[in-house]
């Protein structure tokens, strides 16, 4: 452990000079895992609360909140039953009742962080659930499922229920103000040995013109996959489609040309889920490749496979998708005293299009497991940061903003602004951030360590340990795409 030790503060304290001011640090939590499920009001919103303030002080600066595991809803819908994930019975209302995404998206936004809804699109019943309530769709229209493995799965053929999960998604959209909308992996089912997808029948009616039953498949994605982008975007156009893929997209013995180096369950032959189509028609708005395998694995090594998503998927912002538990599990083949996460952070400054990770899972990071929150916490994400831009939904930044200024107050000194004007949503400032700079240092915003705040409101205390002497206080206007504005500043004295 000591060895570890040593390396780890000798590594980071090179890595420290590299941290980038944009990055996307995001968290997924989970409720499939059961950990929330029949707990009261009062103990899930405390243990949420907890999770938050963990993870915001690990820097994390994006929550992905699943939402929606198999056609329910952990938040009231009129068109899903409540999720048994919350509840512990499907249907059933939280008592005392209150909206959890609507809690989230509140609470999330108070600390700083943005909130993407996370919703399961095709899964309609996964294989621990024995009851349905009597308004879930596969007892409504049982037509519209089909079962494989113990689970049920909207079929991806049918058009309806493109428009179904599209409906639902534009009135989650419609409701929240999320930040983003995010799905997973689960497109068609995951194959299980010797039982073939039962959907011959439904390619005889509806095959579209298509031979090729994987052909036709991989369109029907594609096509819901636009139609969601479109729905989302035509409703809210700030709010970011992102998609978390399986790390493999197609293996080389598949597709030589273009396939990874890699020996295991593809994207697009097995899932028929062509995300690279999707990167590079402009459909998604970020991929998060669940690259879980450590650096070494025999059938998927980690860095064959973040050097590939660097190369091939690079028309939209791409993010890793990061395993705590695989990480700190393996040792550093190159150095066998450390686990991985230092040299899996070295592969992510290689990369010039890796412009951010999210963590499997986040109560791992909470827990502290290997080390790694802590370790994100003290070097890698010590000082914050703020979200890549995405110029193609919007690139044009906010005005600054305005009326910068110090009042003491009963509770010490605190620095009040103004919000810039704007009328288009484009132009409006949604967050705003705080740096700090000695009288001598020269006044740099590229420099993420200034940075000692980022906020929603109008005002920052100022905290004791840094309202005394002199120093300048500069504060920039974010809009919804995370655009800045140029700096207001304000130079203060304050007596001891």
């Given at each position: 452990?000591?060895?570890?030790?040593?390396?780890?503060?000798?590594?980071?304290?090179?890595?420290?000079?590299?941290?980038?001011?944009r990055e996307f640090r995001g968290a997924w939590i989970q409720i499939v895992n059961g950990q929330?499920?029949?707990?009261?009001?009062?103990?899930?919103?405390?243990?949420?609360?907890?999770?938050?303030?963990?993870?915001?002080?690990?820097?994390?600066?994006?929550?992905?909140?699943?939402?929606?595991?198999?056609?329910?809803?952990?938040?009231?819908?009129?068109?899903?039953?409540?999720?048994?994930?919350?509840?512990?019975?499907?249907?059933?209302?939280?008592?005392?009742?209150?909206?959890?995404?609507?809690?989230?998206?509140?609470?999330?936004?108070?600390?700083?962080?943005?909130?993407?809804?996370?919703?399961?699109?095709?899964?309609?019943?996964?294989?621990?659930?024995?009851?349905?309530?009597?308004?879930?769709?596969?007892?409504?229209?049982?037509?519209?499922?089909?079962?494989?493995?113990?689970?049920?799965?909207?079929?991806?053929?049918?058009?309806?229920?493109?428009?179904?999960?599209?409906?639902?998604?534009?009135?989650?959209?419609?409701?929240?103000?999320?930040?983003?909308?995010?799905?997973?992996?689960?497109?068609?089912?995951?194959?299980?040995?010797?039982?073939?997808?039962?959907?011959?029948?439904?390619?005889?009616?509806?095959?579209?013109?298509?031979?090729?039953?994987?052909?036709?498949?991989?369109?029907?994605?594609?096509?819901?996959?636009?139609?969601?982008?479109?729905?989302?975007?035509?409703?809210?156009?700030?709010?970011?489609?992102?998609?978390?893929?399986?790390?493999?997209?197609?293996?080389?013995?598949?597709?030589?040309?273009?396939?990874?180096?890699?020996?295991?369950?593809?994207?697009?032959?097995?899932?028929?889920?062509?995300?690279?189509?999707?990167?590079?028609?402009?459909?998604?708005?970020?991929?998060?490749?669940?690259?879980?395998?450590?650096?070494?694995?025999?059938?998927?090594?980690?860095?064959?496979?973040?050097?590939?998503?660097?190369?091939?998927?690079?028309?939209?912002?791409?993010?890793?998708?990061?395993?705590?538990?695989?990480?700190?599990?393996?040792?550093?083949?190159?150095?066998?005293?450390?686990?991985?996460?230092?040299?899996?952070?070295?592969?992510?400054?290689?990369?010039?299009?890796?412009?951010?990770?999210?963590?499997?899972?986040?109560?791992?990071?909470?827990?502290?497991?290997?080390?790694?929150?802590?370790?994100?916490?003290?070097?890698?994400?010590?000082?914050?940061?703020?979200?890549?831009?995405?110029?193609?939904?919007?690139?044009?930044?906010?005005?600054?903003?305005?009326?910068?200024?110090?009042?003491?107050?009963?509770?010490?000194?605190?620095?009040?602004?103004?919000?810039?004007?704007?009328?288009?949503?484009?132009?409006?400032?949604?967050?705003?951030?705080?740096?700090?700079?000695?009288?001598?240092?020269?006044?740099?915003?590229?420099?993420?360590?200034?940075?000692?705040?980022?906020?929603?409101?109008?005002?920052?205390?100022?905290?004791?340990?840094?309202?005394?002497?002199?120093?300048?206080?500069?504060?920039?206007?974010?809009?919804?795409?995370?655009?800045?504005?140029?700096?207001?500043?304000?130079?203060?004295?304050?007596?001891?």
């Amino acid at each position: 452990m000591k060895n570890y030790l040593l390396f780890l503060l000798i590594f980071v304290s090179v890595q420290l000079e590299a941290q980038n001011k944009r990055e996307f640090r995001g968290a997924w939590i989970q409720i499939v895992n059961g950990q929330f499920q029949g707990l009261s009001t009062e103990k899930m919103q405390s243990t949420l609360s907890s999770q938050l303030n963990e993870l915001r002080r690990d820097g994390v600066n994006a929550i992905i909140f699943q939402v929606r595991a198999e056609c329910d809803a952990l938040y009231p819908s009129k068109y899903e039953p409540w999720s048994r994930f919350l509840t512990g019975e499907q249907g059933r209302a939280p008592s005392p009742y209150w909206d959890p995404l609507a809690w989230m998206v509140e609470q999330c936004h108070k600390r700083g962080m943005e909130i993407h809804a996370w919703i399961n699109p095709y899964r309609a019943k996964t294989k621990s659930t024995s009851q349905l309530a009597s308004n879930h769709i596969a007892v409504t229209r049982p037509q519209s499922v089909f079962a494989y493995d113990q689970q049920y799965i909207l079929n991806p053929g049918l058009a309806e229920n493109r428009r179904y999960i599209c409906q639902v998604a534009a009135d989650i959209i419609r409701r929240y103000d999320i930040d983003g909308f995010h799905i997973d992996d689960y497109f068609y089912p995951y194959p299980a040995a010797g039982q073939p997808i039962p959907d011959r029948e439904t390619f005889r009616q509806q095959n579209n013109g298509f031979r090729d039953i994987a052909d036709w498949r991989r369109d029907n994605v594609n096509l819901f996959i636009k139609q969601l982008n479109d729905t989302i975007h035509s409703i809210k156009p700030w709010v970011k489609f992102g998609v978390s893929p399986f790390g493999i997209y197609r293996n080389k013995k598949q597709d030589p040309l273009n396939g990874s180096d890699t020996h295991g369950l593809s994207n697009y032959d097995d899932l028929y889920a062509d995300v690279l189509f999707w990167v590079n028609k402009g459909w998604v708005d970020y991929t998060v490749p669940q690259i879980y395998w450590e650096i070494g694995n025999k059938a998927a090594d980690y860095k064959t496979l973040i050097t590939w998503w660097n190369r091939y998927a690079s028309n939209r912002p791409l993010f890793i998708g990061e395993d705590i538990v695989r990480t700190s599990k393996f040792p550093d083949p190159a150095n066998p005293n450390s686990h991985q996460l230092p040299a899996k952070h070295n592969l992510h400054q290689q990369m010039k299009n890796v412009q951010g990770t999210v963590l499997w899972y986040a109560k791992a990071a909470v827990d502290n497991i290997g080390n790694i929150g802590s370790t994100l916490r003290d070097y890698y994400w010590k000082y914050p940061a703020l979200s890549p831009r995405m110029p193609f939904i919007d690139g044009k930044a906010p005005k600054k903003p305005r009326k910068l200024k110090i009042i003491t107050t009963d509770d010490g000194p605190v620095l009040f602004w103004t919000a810039p004007r704007g009328k288009k949503w484009g132009d409006i400032a949604a967050k705003y951030v705080v740096y700090r700079f000695e009288t001598n240092d020269a006044v740099n915003l590229a420099d993420p360590s200034k940075i000692v705040n980022i906020t929603t409101e109008t005002m920052y205390k100022l905290p004791a340990t840094a309202a005394k002497g002199r120093c300048i206080y500069i504060v920039t206007a974010l809009d919804r795409m995370s655009n800045e504005s140029k700096g207001a500043k304000r130079k203060v004295r304050l007596k001891e």
